[in-house]
């Protein structure tokens, strides 16, 4: 049975289907690599290996991450057999639409915020004369909160000078100005997601619901935290949107499992969804929380990323505080996203609301343990929510490139979901914000059957048929959650605009190949 059968389950359903799977890919690497992991199996002096596979605890097994997954193996492999011309392929390169990671296919970094590193990491720059007065006094100042060095460790919620910089683009954001000491400067939102998640998850016991389709950091993060996830439905027809009745239900799914329901996860603007929660959902999902005793982990990475027509960004932060809410919050940011795409540069941050004091010592205490986030990604952080403002020399520069880039990913955005629309059987959300389309897609039940008697879910067979026939690198549905019967792939929109057509037209025609074929 796939995966995909068995997540009609719901979540924690769908966990366990990612456990099932892990061991199907256990075994099958087990027989695959059988006379390799006999030898690997022994040192060279022919004492046997502490450390093999079999020795791995269940949870690291049962860990999985579709965005890396089966495809993207795959088209590692084709790329190297490209670069060492092994096999006349179809494509002469491969087009990476799997991850949010937009440098890796052309995105230019933002100025500013590179000058001012550039300085950081050599002040003698400073006085080189080649960067405006405004790159200057900002590095100058950052510079003077690590107390001239980078290359020291710093406080483990991060530098306080720029926790405050943080605090006073919340305030601006949300009209409540948070204590710096809420604010944990990370090594990207992703460390910080597992902190809040250290915080939640004690055992099997504690379950947590996360939407269905959902960023794979959270059921991989829960899976090796040995804790449960309970899924609660977006709902497609309503660019997926949340109802109180589908929570309620994921709920006393949880609850009648015996488990303790602790948190709600949001991701807001959607991934993979590519959707923007209405005021009213997100009203809705406070008060659901505040009902239920629930804390809400808010992961907001997108929150730059909007394109939908007159649509503004509005924070799960200023919902609570605007309301009054005592609901205990964790809202996600990060340098990765937005235009800057800085993923490599590992800077993100978390902030807290109304957190009990002595649960955020213990996260402090917890942030300790790493010492500190690196330098440079909190500097890149800092820099993504403080960029030059209007009258200062770097600012009309930083405005262009901004809004090009903006103008450009609005424009992809439509291309890409009228393209999705065009194909038979097909059917995408407007893509209204983050970096992401969603497409459900018809698979031929022949298709459907050929993907089980080859072990794998019908999407993943998609999948890899996508990437050996044109070279389009993209994630099946099945690795972030789907209803069961319904298929999806997750496709970004962030190849290069002048690629968009040409891609296009290859996703088209492979499409109408593929049903032709097994119709
Ligand atoms: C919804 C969501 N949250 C968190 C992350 C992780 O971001 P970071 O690079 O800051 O760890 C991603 C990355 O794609 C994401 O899509």
Known sequence: ???ITRSAAGATGFVKNLAASAAGALSAGTSRHSTATASVHMSASGREKTLTKQSLPGRVLKTEYAVRGRVVTRSYEIQKMLAEKTK???FDELIFANIGNPQAVGATPLTFPRQVLACVMYPPLLEAGVFPEDVIKRAKEYLK?????????????GLEGLRQEVADWLEERDGHRPDAEHIFLQDGASPAVKLALDLLIGGPEDALLIPLPQYPLYSASITKLE????????????????????????????????KKVKALVVINPGNPTGGILSKQDMEEIVEFCEDNNLVLLADEVYQVNIYKEGAEFTSFRKVVM???????????HSASKGIAGECGLRGGCVVTDNLDPEVLAEMYKLASVNLCANIIGQMAFTLTVRPPKAGEASYELYKKELGDALDSLKRRAKKVAATLNGLEGASCQEIEGAMYAFPSITIPKKAAEMAMENGMAPDLFYCLRLLEETGIVVVPGSGFGQRDGTFHFRTTILPQENQVDAIAKRMSEFHSKFMKEFS
């Open 145 to 157: 909160y690590a107390s001239g060095k980078v290359g020291a460790y710093s406080h483990s919620k």
């Open 1 to 3: 049975m796939s995966n």
């Open 227 to 258: 804790g449960t996830a309970v899924g609660y439905y977006l709902d497609e027809e309503k660019n997926w949107g949340t109802s109180r009745e589908e929570l309620e239900r994921a709920l006393k799914e949880g609850r009648d499992q015996g």
């Open 88 to 90: 006349s392929l179809p």
């Open 322 to 332: 605007d309301k009054g809410s005592s609901v205990e919050l964790f809202s996600f």
